[in-house]
């Protein structure tokens, strides 16, 4: 069974630098093709796509948010992580992390449950 | 970058059938996938490769993809299928994932 869960903190500060932990099981981040991406949800509002990262360490970011953003991963510790630097309320939000099968398959499933993340001082 | 666009909400009535768009340009190149978010779960895939259904997902839902618009649609709507619908492609002119703006279903 394939499954991702989210670990971080719930309250980070504005100007603070926030690192979000995705560990994965039942895959393994070496697995050829497969990638795991993150992507948040403000409360009310839409999905939005952060970056990802592939088993062969191909990485993207979100055009607006590149500058603040890397991603990376453990394969020793099935882990990838997230980090936001100079966090503004604007960035409180549900983060979540999600599988991309492949390449060709490029959609997310499944997904982790989410982590809360509140900006504020 | 690319767009897509989704109204922001659809009402229907329980038994009938549900629509759900999903604009964008020449979408019909590109492959759709579509999530259902029920309130305070994470999403779950109920449609990829534009049509095909993950395991588990009723044949209620099916999917199209031509031209300017994609299109969710739900048969026999219960009230269990309300919720929030997302519609998702790969950009791979930037290599990015893009999602739509989310249609709420209401069942009257």
């Known amino acids: 069974q394939v499954t991702l869960k989210e670990s971080g903190p719930v309250l980070v500060k504005p100007t603070e630098t926030l690192t979000l932990t995705c560990t994965v099981s039942?895959?393994?981040?070496?697995?050829?093709?497969?990638?795991v991406s993150w992507i948040r949800q403000p409360p009310g509002k839409a999905l939005e796509w952060l970056a990802h990262?592939?088993?062969?360490?191909?990485?993207s970011y979100s055009t607006s948010l590149k500058s603040r953003l890397t991603i990376s991963k453990d394969t020793s510790k099935s882990q990838v992580v997230l980090t936001m630097t100079n966090m503004d309320p604007v960035d409180t939000a549900t983060y979540y992390c999600a599988r991309i099968p492949s390449r060709v398959q490029d959609w997310f499933d499944p997904w982790g449950q989410g982590t809360l993340v509140t900006v504020s001082s | 970058s690319y767009v897509l666009t989704q109204p922001p909400s659809v009402s229907v009535a329980p038994g009938k059938t549900a629509r759900i768009t999903c604009g964008g340009n020449?979408?019909?190149?590109?492959?759709v996938h579509w999530y259902q978010q029920k309130p305070g779960q994470a999403p779950v895939l109920v449609i990829y490769y534009d049509s095909d259904r993950p395991s588990g997902i009723p044949e209620r839902f099916s999917g199209s993809n031509s031209g300017n618009t994609a299109t969710l649609t739900i048969s026999r709507v219960e009230a269990g299928d309300e919720a929030d619908y997302y519609c998702q492609v790969w950009d791979s002119s930037s290599d990015h994932a893009v999602f739509g703006g989310g249609t709420q279903l209401t069942v009257l």
């Open positions: 020449n979408i019909g190149s590109k492959s």
């Open positions: 990262i592939f088993s062969n360490d191909e990485k």
């Open positions: 039942g895959f393994s981040l070496s697995n050829a093709r497969m990638g």
